[in-house]
């Protein structure tokens, strides 16, 4: 698992810091959803997605 530093600007800050008030979630916890769903969004309609374990062969 990696770690990453990202810069925000203001807005988007507070707009984090809102939702995490209101949700009761830790704004990197929100960073961290934002990222895996585009990640998710990105390869959901491909088959090389590096996540997604490789299919199984059917042996007759």
């Known amino acids: 698992m990696g770690v990453y530093a990202v810069y925000l600007d203001a807005v988007a800050e507070r707009r984090l810091h809102a ?12 960073i961290a959803s934002a990222a895996e769903e585009e990640a998710l969004g990105f390869f959901r309609h ?3 997605d590096p996540g997604r374990p490789p299919a199984r062969r059917e042996v007759a």
Not at 19 to 30: N, S
Request: without cysteine; charged residues 55%.
């Open 19 to 30: 939702i995490a008030r209101e949700t009761g979630r830790k704004v990197e916890d929100l």
């Open 46 to 48: 491909r088959s090389d």
